[in-house]
């Protein structure tokens, strides 16, 4: 069956209301190393990805730098990115649904790679 | 890179001890800043960790990781000119960063910065409750939540008493110097603090059972930095270590799966941890080389007498009785006088016991503390007063802080009107017998 490819950008909001202490960050880091892992056994995961600076820059026509992040219009931190293979959207969204992200607050974006 | 990590506690472990290297390296007065570097770099170690796996020593990482974390918040703070002397510090640090991951290596129990938090936290300007507290947060990477969680205090109130406590500890002049000349006074609260903290964890009043082995797992990880400390080994920190290991040693017995409690009468010893009995044992040999028997000496000594004893019937109470009233005069307190009438009731039967229980000095602090109550109705209960007994643990039900208190009240009040109903047999007349057969059903 031919598949789809999907960008996931993981998201958080960049205030986080809860301070999660040393023992939640252990748990999520657990969660996201299996969720990975599982993608990858099931066959899910085209490209690991990697994780992302909360700032940069951007730049526009000319090197002229707009501004430099972290990025002031959004609300989100982007914390890195996968792309995944799935068959259609659907599944790509169920799969991101079992993303730990989620799990505190967080959000995945899920976004078709343009074929043709 | 495909490294696990140590074990489930590790991030907790070194968030205190990073906290206290950056506390040390920048200042007390940048506690907060610390705290917030370190907030952020474990929050980059899920981040980062999560795709490229754990790293071979991910200790250093993160040393690293929140040295320059605190670089980069002291800049965002503006404060990068006025505190060049830090900044140019902390890159002396990176500089020698061979000899520094040589330091990474050591077991934490070498490194100083942590025993300093430790005794910076129970400054006396402090009040006992929140030097507790601040010890589980600095030094355990306890968020407020869970501080709050552990005490049952509301977040509020917990987030109140941390925030008072930071800032008398921020405004001392540096962290707690080993060699200073009130040492020894220091020493002393500290050791009360995780004793404070053990206790909390095994009798404490936290519904999660969980949560409370966090705390008696965290006050043993800190009563063994002091030991291997050696101007902070003393007898009575041998003592109060091997007071954490012989009781800790009955947790698995204590409370079941389901986190249901039961009496040390009515435990199963086998399931008692060896391991830990040993290192208990040992850790009390140690203690014994001084001149002076502190209250940790003689709660240790009841603790190893337990844990000697082959069972509840063979356990010599006469001696346990005698320790009791050894700690009674070195520590008046309800509660130690309701543990000794609970080993009078065994050493002399349960009329004396109750004789015992009811003239406790003081006895009117235990006002909202189930255990009297509980242990009246046990002893009424052995003298075939069933009703009395009833009575009592209504009471204790009533005052039972937890769902675990109350299942266990609950058996004990059922146990009651069985045996009204029945009228008392000549067994439960006796003095306790935890083999007892009739007993052992009603569990």
């Known amino acids: 069956m031919a598949m789809s490819e999907f960008l996931y950008l993981y998201r958080l909001p ?51 730098t707009v501004h430099d992040g972290p990025y002031a219009e959004s609300k989100d931190i982007v914390l890195g990115y996968s792309v995944v293979q799935a068959k259609d959207l659907a599944e790509a969204r169920t799969i991101a649904g079992g993303c730990p992200v989620l799990g505190y607050g967080g959000m995945v974006e899920v976004r078709p790679i343009r074929q043709m | 890179m495909t490294a696990s990590l140590p074990d489930e506690h ?49 200790s250093a990482w993160l040393t690293t990781a929140a040295r320059n974390r605190a670089v980069s918040l002291l800049r965002r703070e503006r404060t990068a000119r006025r505190f060049a002397p830090e900044i140019g510090r ?19 129990a070498l490194r100083d910065d ?28 306890f968020s407020a939540h869970e501080v709050s969680e552990a005490f049952l205090v509301s977040r509020a109130a917990m987030e109140k008493r941390l925030s008072r406590a930071k800032k ?30 053990f206790n909390e964890g095994y009798h404490g009043a936290c519904p999660d059972g ?13 009563v063994a930095l002091l030991v291997a400390h050696p101007p902070a080994a003393t007898p009575a920190t041998h003592a109060l270590a091997a007071l954490m290991a012989l009781d800790a040693a009955r947790l698995p017995a204590r409370v079941n799966e389901a986190g249901d409690l039961t009496e040390l009468a009515r435990q199963d010893r086998s399931r008692w941890d060896a391991g830990l009995i040993a290192r208990g044992l040992e850790l009390l040999e140690a203690s014994a080389r001084g001149e002076v028997v502190s209250e940790y000496h003689l709660e240790a000594a009841i603790a190893a007498t337990h844990a000697l004893a082959p069972s509840a019937e063979k356990t010599p109470w006469g001696e346990i009785v005698e320790l009791y009233d050894a700690l009674l005069r070195l520590r008046p307190s309800p509660v130690v006088a309701l543990n000794r009438a609970v080993a009078v009731a065994e050493q002399l039967g349960p009329e004396r016991g109750l004789e015992a229980l009811r003239s406790i000095p003081g006895a009117e ?69 935890p083999s007892t057969p009739s007993r052992r059903r009603t569990r």
């Not at chain 1, 960049?14 to 990975?36: G, I, V």
């Not at chain 2, 960790?49 to 020593?57: D, I, L, M, T």
């Not at chain 2, 969980?210 to 800190?222: F, H, I, K, T």
Request: hydrophobic share 40%; with cysteine; net charge positive.
């Open chain 1, 14 to 64: 960049a205030d986080s209301p809860n301070m999660p202490s040393a023992k939640n960050m252990q748990e999520r880091l657990q969660k996201w190393t299996a969720w990975f892992k599982d993608l990858e056994t099931r066959g899910y995961l085209k490209v690991l990805g990697h994780p992302l600076e909360t700032d940069g820059a951007v730049v526009t026509e000319g090197g002229r």
């Open chain 2, 90 to 108: 902390l890159a002396d640090a990176e500089g020698t960063a061979g000899a520094d991951s040589a330091v990474a290596h050591l077991p934490p």
């Open chain 2, 365 to 433: 602090r235990l006002a909202a503390y189930p255990f009297y109550p509980a242990a009246l109705g046990e002893l009424e209960l052995r003298c075939g007063r069933a009703s009395d007994a009833r009575r009592h643990f209504r009471a204790a039900h009533r005052l039972a802080r937890n769902p675990a208190e109350r299942t266990f009240l609950t058996r004990r009040i059922a146990e009651c009107e069985r045996q009204s109903s029945t009228g008392p047999s000549v067994e439960d007349v006796r003095p306790p017998s």
């Open chain 2, 210 to 222: 969980a949560v409370r082995m966090d705390l008696c797992r965290e006050a043993m990880r800190l």
């Open chain 2, 114 to 141: 942590e025993l300093r938090m430790m005794f910076s936290c129970c400054h006396p300007g402090i009040p006992a409750d929140a030097q507790v507290a601040l010890v589980l947060s600095l030094l355990s990477g």
């Open chain 2, 168 to 197: 008398v500890l921020s405004g001392t002049r540096g962290l707690f110097e080993l060699g200073a000349r009130d040492f020894e006074t220091r020493l002393t609260a500290v050791l009360r603090a995780l004793y404070l903290l």
């Open chain 2, 10 to 58: 590790f991030f907790r472990r070194e968030s205190g001890r990073l906290v206290s290297t950056l506390t040390r390296m920048l200042g007390v007065h940048h506690l907060a800043l610390a705290e917030d570097a370190v907030q952020e770099t474990l929050a980059a170690a899920v981040q980062v960790w999560a795709f490229r796996g754990v790293p071979e020593n991910p």
